[in-house]
């Protein structure tokens, strides 16, 4: 019985991933998005309604992390999230994307 | 009478002509005046310095404590 609810436990995550779209490292992976060299991300390529909405969501939050960082140290957004770019390049992992200087896509 | 009035012309004369040359001596010095601007821009780069550490320690806290949206 234990086992038979685990089991229902583990199905019921199983099939709550992919019905609560797709996650950010998932699309990094995958090279669907990457980071653009504004702090914020991207469309890679080819471009889905669903990958789409996770660009829009993480940006708006994004945007509302570097704009509390920038009132704490009364800065400008903008150079928040230009600092905030240079950091995400240097943490991705090899085959994911990102943008150079001159805004081409380029992979780690 | 005379005299001396002759020799404090000479004199006032010496004292102008001395200053003159104290003063055309001196006028380089005025210049040294100039090295505190440099200071200043170095305190400038100093607190730029400070807040961009700060920024970069805030940003590491946030890609550490939002995982899904960094």
Redo the contacts between chains.
Sequence with gaps: MKRFISGLLSLTLLAAVPASAITLKQAQTQGLVGEANSGYIAVVNASTPEVEKLVVEVNNKRKQEYASIAKRNNIDISQVAARAAEKLEARLSKGEYYQDNLGRWKQK | MNQTGIYTRAGATFVLVAGIFFLSACTPTVAVQAPSEPITVNLNVKIEHE??V???K???D??ED?D???
């Design positions: 807040i961009r700060k920024v970069d805030e940003l590491d946030l890609f939002k899904g949206i960094f």
